[in-house]
């Protein structure tokens, strides 16, 4: 694979470690691995109750869904500088001074102060950031405690991550649907880029759609791995996805390439919307786009006529400042084009029928509307909000049977900037208790000054982790977590298909590291509501959910790989979509009584800035490490030490660094400190920032940096004002701000 210089020596560490141990005594589990958020179904071999090594699947549904990160995970877990106790606070906040408390210790203190904060403040004082990647446990337990608190300021690394898209796809059609990869006959990526290292089962998916023949599109301003197998590549301006949606549509319909029958009979709004497109002739995409108007007409095309087609899910477009609008697009050219629902195209599943799903569990209802009203963000940027998605509980309840039915936990979230906003006392109320669970908060959004600073103002912070990260670093207590090999785990494909898969417990967890629902369950219990987790473990809490299937969840686990809900093709035939209308709303009623344009548009860049010349996204992801974790794990710190910002070889003699050099990047915002490769698949002018550095062998705490955090991480440098984040839904523009290199000088860090 060009482009990827890793590759070999990931090869060879990967064989090496494959390498099978002949012992008797080795035993093994089903697990899914957690080691980022596709959860490959894996095997896991134990030994004298360690996991000694994973593998694949032996299932051929699953062969070969696996990757270097997966398998040094048992490394990782291992690790000394693991957390393994409660720790509390001794000193200053952020002075990496702590005393080894017990659980109860720990939970009846946060009890009490957290008790404290309610009082004083009300209960949306309390906010709780997380992943629901990587917490695996938490399964919308902490929704359930904090609704019944009352606090509605619940964020999520999912706002920029998958979340945000479902919650603008069900404006759209009611429901965020999957791609068919196994009978689709084009794909288009924007910018998506998975690998043999990065979500490994949607590589192996496309490679397998490939092998018997359909179309790939690719939408890279850099020659990525997949634009070079791509059957047409477009090389657009970064951040300008939406302007190309708008020239396809244009092809599309002044061709006359779209279903007809489909638009006329399950659509709103295609007069206005063929208005709108009107306003984006090809010249003027070209210029937005930078693409030649030829390649955009057949790249069109190809997605019309060559389908059904795929427009997969990609982060991409989840983080720019036009990223409502380009999400609608997509949804839009594929309603237009007749992929909605079909075999090929794009599939709206719905809830499992028999498996108690995540939005159950969450109990939105128990929450007042008064509180649901204060939920922050919700009044200049409601998209993800429970503002935003309301007018869609109505027709949720009629066609998928719950009015708050939550997909990829991103429908009714809280906005992560005006929330922090509040945190450092800049808000509508004050915010000043704040808990981080299996998130690394400082690094996984916009603009580290403000998170640090509203870190600084709180008077509780609670982290459940693995690793003292930087944000662990400025708690008043780190909680130990334990690990995907370490508890058993009913994986819902984040309520976005109907697919529920198991994986069982590989070993006891070390030290007194316990689940996201032990914590969820201390938590209701030291707030005296211990009936809220009523469920004595997590074994007990899925064989509830379960209880419908008849079966408990070790059966389900021995039992099954995977269990689906039936699937049926073109449901809106009989129910209409979950929309106010029914229809496809290619003119959004929901966003137009939200205050907003109701059609997608295309903002352009601000007018450029002599000071910051070049133009920076932050992303790619890096094949040892999952986001901001794992530099601690020494077989891939070899593989990757340094953070390294790419950049073509024009630019790097326009700026006059050399390969190898390490300068500084900086925004209006901030600068850090990164290393320069040199690299023929970036376009001159563009640089691609690494995500989420820092070093977990440098100094802990605030005065020495965080580990490295304030040096490295692209947080420093990512904007969240108004000009850089989207309207509607409030997040930030990863994708294209401007920015600059300078060379070290002497008073470098
Ligand atoms: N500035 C900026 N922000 C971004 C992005 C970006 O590119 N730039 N990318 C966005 C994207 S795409 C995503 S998906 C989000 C990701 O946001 P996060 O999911 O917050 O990202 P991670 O860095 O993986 O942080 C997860 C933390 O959980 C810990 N952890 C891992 N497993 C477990 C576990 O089992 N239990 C517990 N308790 N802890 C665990 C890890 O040690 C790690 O510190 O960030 C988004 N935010
Ligand atoms: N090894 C590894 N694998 C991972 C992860 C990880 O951290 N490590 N993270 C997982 C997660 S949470 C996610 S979200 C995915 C993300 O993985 P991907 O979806 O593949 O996203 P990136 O790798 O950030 O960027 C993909 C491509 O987008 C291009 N790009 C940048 N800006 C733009 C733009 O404005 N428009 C277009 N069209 N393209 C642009 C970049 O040049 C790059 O080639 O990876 C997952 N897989
Ligand atoms: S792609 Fe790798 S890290 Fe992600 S789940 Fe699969 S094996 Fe684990
Ligand atoms: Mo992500």
Same mark, same amino acid.
């Given at each position: 694979m060009p482009g990827s210089p890793f590759l070999a020596p990931a090869i060879r560490l990967f064989k090496r470690l494959e390498r099978k141990p002949a012992d008797p005594d080795t035993s093994t589990r089903k697990v899914l691995c957690g080691s980022c958020d596709i959860a490959c179904s894996v095997v896991a071999e134990v030994r004298r109750g360690r996991v000694t090594r994973i593998r694949s699947s032996d299932n051929p549904l699953f062969k070969d869904n696996i990757c270097i990160k997966g398998v040094v995970a048992p490394k990782g877990f291992a690790h000394p500088d693991r957390i393994l106790y409660p720790m509390k606070r001794v000193g200053e906040r952020g002075s990496g001074q702590w005393t080894r408390v017990s659980w109860d210790e720990a939970m009846g203190e946060i009890g009490e102060r957290l008790k404290r904060v309610i009082a004083g403040? @009300? /209960?949306?004082?309390w906010a709780v950031s997380t992943s629901q990647w990587n917490t695996g446990t938490d399964h919308g337990l902490g929704r359930r405690v904090m609704n019944h608190v009352g606090s509605p300021n619940w964020i999520s690394g999912v706002a920029l991550c998958a979340g945000n898209t479902a919650a603008i796809n069900r404006m759209s059609y009611g429901w965020y649907p999957w791609p068919d990869y196994d009978n689709t006959r084009c794909i288009v990526l924007f910018g998506h880029n998975p690998k043999r290292d990065s979500w490994v089962p949607i590589h192996n998916a496309i490679e397998r759609a490939r092998a018997r023949g359909a179309r790939l599109i690719v939408l890279d301003p850099r020659r990525s791995e997949k634009a070079e197998l791509a059957d047409l590549w477009l090389p657009l301006k970064v951040g300008s996805d939406a302007a190309m949606c708008f020239g396809w549509l244009k092809v599309i319909f002044d061709e006359g390439l779209y279903d007809r029958r489909f638009v006329a009979d399950?659509? *709103?709004g295609f007069d206005a919307l063929r208005a709108r497109v009107d306003e984006f002739p090809l010249d003027r995409v070209a210029q937005l786009t930078g693409c030649r108007e030829e390649d955009i007409a057949r790249a069109a095309r190809m997605y019309a006529t060559q389908g059904p087609s795929i427009i997969p899910w990609t982060p991409i477009t989840d983080q720019q400042r036009n990223s409502t609008s380009a999400i609608r697009l997509q949804t839009i050219l594929r309603a237009v084009c007749g992929y909605v629902d079909v075999p090929g195209g794009e599939a709206l599943q719905g809830f499992h029928p028999s498996i108690v799903p995540e939005s159950d569990i969450e109990m939105h209802e128990v929450l007042s509307e008064a509180q649901k009203a204060k939920q922050l963000g919700s009044d200049r940027h /409601?998209? =993800?909000?429970y503002r935003g998605q309301a007018a869609l509980g109505e027709p949720m309840k009629r066609v998928w049977g719950r009015t708050y039915a939550n997909q990829v936990t991103g429908c009714y979230m809280a906005n992560p900037t005006a929330t922090f906003r509040a945190m450092a006392g800049d808000g509508p109320y004050p915010v000043k208790a704040f808990f981080a669970l299996g998130n690394n908060t400082l690094l996984s959004y916009a603009n580290m000054p403000l998170i640090l600073k509203a870190m600084l103002n709180q008077d509780l912070i609670v982290v459940q982790e693995h690793m003292m990260t930087p944000t662990a670093q400025l708690a008043d207590f780190v909680l130990p977590g334990d690990a995907w090999t370490e508890r058993p785990w009913l994986w819902d494909a984040y309520g976005w298909l109907s697919v529920y898969r198991p994986s069982q417990q590989a070993m006891e967890p070390p030290g007194e590291c316990r689940s996201t629902f032990e914590f969820w369950k201390l938590t209701a219990a030291a707030l005296d509501m211990p009936e809220v987790v009523p469920w004595a473990s997590l074994n007990e809490f899925y064989d509830w959910r379960l209880a419908k299937l008849g079966i408990g969840f070790d059966e389900f686990a021995a039992t099954y790989e995977l269990h689906a809900g039936k699937r049926e093709w073109k449901k809106y035939l009989t129910? @209409? =979509?979950?929309t106010p209308s029914g229809? *496809?709303?290619?003119?959004s009623s929901v966003l137009r009584d939200l205050g907003f344009d109701p059609l997608p548009y295309f903002r352009e860049d601000p007018a450029p800035d002599p000071d910051y010349p070049l133009t920076m996204f932050t992303g790619v992801r890096e094949g040892e490490y999952f986001q901001t974790g794992g530099r601690h794990i020494p077989e891939m710190r070899e593989r990757k030490p340094e953070p390294n910002l790419f950049v073509s070889a024009g630019t790097a003699a326009a700026t006059q660094i050399v390969d190898g050099e390490w300068v500084h990047v900086e925004t209006m915002l901030g600068r850090v400190t990164m290393q320069v490769k040199v690299q023929d698949s970036m376009p001159d002018g563009l640089v691609r920032v690494p995500h989420g550095w820092w070093k977990p062998e440098t100094a802990q705490g605030l005065v020495e940096g965080l580990s490295s955090a304030l040096v490295h991480a692209d947080s420093m440098l990512c904007r969240d004002d108004d000009d850089y984040l989207d309207r509607e839904q409030g997040i930030p523009h990863l994708k294209g701000a401007p920015c600059r290199i300078v060379k070290l000088t002497a008073d470098a860090p």
């Open positions: 403040h @009300g /209960p949306e004082a399950w659509t *709103v /409601p998209a =993800f909000t129910t @209409g =979509f979950a229809k *496809v709303e290619l003119e």
